[in-house]
Antibody, heavy 116, light 107 residues
């Protein structure tokens, strides 16, 4: 079955760029939209944005100015880049596959702390 | 953006109980609601979509209902494995998608 695994540095300095990878196994990343979602401590989930391997992408306006999503079909991986991070970007970050507008498969998430 | 207000934030129950979790949307979202279950350290799991459609493989003790602004997730006979956090998601006219704050279901 399809499995997702997020990875990346657990600690990022303020003003730097947060970079995460979502590795997909058990299926191709083609033909789906893939989302990034985060959950700050004690807060609700926040949808960051999604993309497909055809290049279609949409972003939450709250993140649009500083987020980049990309895909590497040769590695079956998705990537998230979030620039100019602050402490408010401390969260657990998830990648998730979309079936229509719902998220049918999620990764376990990776914790990111923004601190100097 | 459509806001989702979920209640209660926590709920204590016992095995065998019936529980109901609610989500209220800040505007009419027809039936564009999904429900997820999350256990500590695990990936969230899709339970219900389109307000009342059960995802394949989800036990029939789970059910969803509602239309417009008010939605519920019901668990008819709690099993030990059901103690988890549940959250709703709206996708009407989305993106952006928005989520409820979550309900922690405890023994």
């Amino acid at each position: 079955q399809v499995q997702l695994q997020e990875s990346g540095p657990g600690l990022v300095k303020p003003s730097e760029t947060l970079s995460l990878i979502c590795s997909v196994s058990g299926g191709s990343i083609r033909n789906y939209f893939w989302s990034w979602i985060r959950q700050p401590p004690g807060k609700a989930l926040e949808w960051i944005g999604h993309m497909s391997t055809t290049g279609d992408s949409r972003y939450n306006p709250s993140f649009e100015s500083r987020v980049t999503l990309s895909a590497d079909t040769s590695k079956n991986q998705l990537s998230l880049g979030l620039r100019s991070v602050t402490a408010a970007d401390t969260a657990r970050y998830y990648c998730a596959r979309q079936e229509g507008d719902v998220f049918d498969i999620w990764g376990q998430g990776t914790d990111v702390t923004v601190s100097s | 953006d459509t806001q989702m207000t979920q209640s209660p934030t926590s709920l204590s129950a016992s095995v065998g109980d019936r529980v109901i979790i609610s989500c209220r949307a800040s505007q009419d979202i027809t039936s564009a609601v999904a429900w997820y279950q999350q256990k500590p350290g695990k990936a969230p799991k899709l339970l219900v979509y389109a307000a009342s459609r059960l995802e394949s493989g989800v036990p029939s003790r789970f059910s969803g209902s509602g239309f417009g602004t008010d939605f519920t997730l019901s668990i008819s006979t709690l099993q030990p494995e059901d103690f988890a956090t549940y959250f709703c998601q709206q996708y009407h006219g989305a993106p952006p998608y928005t989520f409820g704050q979550g309900t922690k279901l405890e023994i």
